[in-house]
């Protein structure tokens, strides 16, 4: 037998007689047990300083210090505590058997010692010991994960209410070890606009109706905030009876400040701290949603500056950025109370969509005429000079107008009808405004235009394949592709995604588009390996129409199987605005594409709706940085911070990162300080045609 940790068990005989000594040390050492021997207590104590035995037996009746003493003494030396002691005796008297267990022993023998059950005794005793061992050991773990976690737990019983709770909860609590709080004194702590909410949560979960699990506020003996999140459940005992409550209590409040900030920087522009698009776009669909049900009209205002270039060309950007600033301070006092937007919404009225774009957002309005003096009160603002770093600054606007239900029915419409309207503006001279009509959208005819090509281009075999290289910042190796689809037009040249894609969304073509996109990579990458290139793997892009009709699936395993090519040479890249139409469809054919092999990545991250505890339950391996936190990064504190956080936050879900748009070795140095993995972008080469590509692996760079 061993003990703990696979080492040879030793036991250690205290007893003046030698015979005693060797008989048990002949009854014992057949079994594999280690035996030391010592003649008296002293001898013992000293021996217990250097290696420490895992069994001691000792005689009671030993001249000078006698085993009742020597036991004593033991439970008192380092590691002695937990130590089990036999004691051995000629007495059979109750007052010997008392002293024995009241010094300390484990068990107790009498002599003359019925050797066959010695063995037995010492097996079941050292077995007993390495069990409690490893108790304790799993204990010790188990609290320190939770010191580390900030967690702690508790229990209590029913119906007598006794609460008992772990030293580690006490300490996230801020009461002293050993305390035994009541659950009213717990309850005192929470953060009285919480603690309502909490209780009827408890009372849930005491009734037996529903687990707990609710995030709240406590306010620390010194009036510090944290953050908690506690959760439990009513256990059942045999008798079907509700026997106790228990549960775990975490401090969250590092997480869930780090996930507002993440959340803060995704929804406000860095440099003013405005609402950014995303805000923007989400308030306005809030505000169609209530102007369709209250029967009243919402209005967009899009605003520009005009020649904003040229000052950044002439005085720098610095001037640029305070100029932005300061613009943004002059469109928050024009707009006012009056105008039905109420100061509180100010951040989510105005917004920088980027650059030198911003948008306003007026609701319940009567009259579109009254977005008509908003808009010539900022024009009025922002006519009078800035002054910036010296230099004295005139800058004007133009500004186009769209109105709810007049101009557009969703987001989208509105947004861009009133860029064409500002357009237009522009082209009336700038610095004024316009109403979007109709008459203008000059876009519309080419958009009709590239719609009635585009039904054509698939069959006439229009459509080609680029690839854009990633790069590994630990090896600086190409360690992936991504697929672009290109329109060569015979007529109009090469037809831009941003251009074709929307309309293919909406038409119903980017179905077999995409089908065709599938094949022609899966056909591309096959034909590299026969001719003896081993590509990394390729991502190919999917659009939201391609998870409706169900069939993704098994599109995908064909284009594979056709190919002869392995699923996990293969990636799937989709946003998450894909996510968020039909999330469970979504998430069932990328579970099943991923336990085929086929890798999943999530593109344009943080232009959605992310967050910790959503990306946890996707199926992804991959996450992508939106170019638009990489662009700034260099020069903007803020860009950096969320940029780096979003590393993190992916590192700590085990996701590979991929920054997108990285053009400059300043940004490249920046992402592989903050960890992450891939980059791709003009750095290191735009999408480039499969010739290149090949060219480009064949040589090794």
Known sequence: MSAAGGKQPLVLVVDDDPTMRVLVAETLEPDGIEVA???????????????????????????????????????????????????????????????????????????????????????????????????????????????????????????????????????????????????????????????????????????????????????????????????????????????????????????????????????????????????????????????????????????????????????????GDALLQGVADRLVLSVRESDAVARDDMPSAISRLGGDEFTILLTAIDDVQDL??????????????????????????????????????????????????????????????????????????????????????????????????????????????????????????????????????ETGLIDPMGAWALSAVCREIAALRARGVAPPPVAVNLSAHQFRHGRLVEQVRRALRESALEPTALELEITESVLMQDEQRVVAALETLRGDGVAISIDDFGTGYSSLSYLRRLPVDVLKIDRSFVRDIERCADDAALAASIVTMARALRLRVVAEGVETEGQRRLLEQFGCDEIQGFLIAPALPLAQVEERLRSGA
């Not at 687990?211 to 009513?234: K, Y």
């Not at 507002?260 to 805000?279: F, M, V």
């Not at 009160?377 to 000079?385: D, T």
């Open 372 to 505: 008509a003096k908003v808009a010539r009160r900022i024009l009025e603002s922002l006519a009078r000079p800035f002054h910036l770093s010296g230099h004295e600054v005139v800058v004007g606007g133009s500004i186009g107008i769209t109105a709810w239900p007049d101009d557009g029915d969703d987001v989208e419409a509105l947004l861009r009808n009133a860029d064409t309207a500002m357009y237009h503006a522009k082209e009336q001279g700038r610095n004024n405004y316009q109403f979007y009509a109709a008459s203008m959208n000059a876009v519309a005819l080419r958009r009709l235009i590239l719609e009635g090509k585009l039904r054509r281009a698939l069959e006439q075999g229009e459509f080609e394949l680029h690839y854009q290289p990633k790069v590994s910042l630990r090896s600086g190796r190409v360690s992936g592709l991504e697929a672009l689809l290109r329109w060569r037009d015979p007529e109009l040249g090469l037809v831009l995604p941003a251009d074709f894609i929307p309309i293919a969304e």
């Open 37 to 319: 021997e010592t003649p008296d207590g002293d001898a013992a104590l000293a021996l217990l300083h250097g290696r420490t035995p895992d069994l001691v037996l000792l005689d009671v009746e030993m001249p000078g210090l006698d085993g009742f003493g020597v036991c004593e003494r033991i439970r008192r030396v380092p590691g002695g505590a937990d130590l089990p002691v036999v004691m051995m005796t000629a007495r059979d008297d109750v007052e010997s058997i008392r002293r024995a267990y009241e010094a300390g022993a484990t068990d107790f023998l009498t002599k003359p010692i019925p050797w066959l059950i010695l063995a037995h005794r010492v097996r079941y005793l050292l077995r007993a010991s390495a069990n409690l061992a490893e108790l304790r050991q799993s204990r010790a773990r188990l609290a320190n994960a939770q010191r580390l976690a900030r967690m702690g737990s508790f229990q209590i019983d029913i119906p007598s209410l006794a609460l008992h709770v772990s030293d580690e909860l006490l300490d996230i609590y801020g009461l002293p070890p050993g305390t035994a709080p009541g659950i009213g004194r717990l309850m005192r702590l929470v953060h009285p606009d919480d603690r309502a909410a909490l209780e009827e949560a408890s009372a849930l979960c005491a009734r037996g109706e529903k687990p707990l699990h609710a995030d709240h506020r406590i306010v620390l003996p010194g009036g510090t905030e944290r953050i908690l999140h506690s959760q439990a459940r009513l256990v059942i005992g045999d008798e079907g009876r509700a026997s106790h409550i228990e549960g775990t209590v975490q401090d969250v409040t590092e997480r869930k400040r780090a996930e507002e900030q993440i959340r803060y920087l995704a929804y406000h522009d860095s440099l003013t701290g405005l609402g950014n698009r995303r805000l923007f776009k989400e308030r306005l669909a809030m505000a169609v949603a209530q102007a369709r049900r209250g029967g009243w009209r919402a209005g967009v205002l899009f605003l520009d500056l005009d020649h904003f270039k040229r000052i950044n060309d002439t005085l720098g950007h610095s001037v």
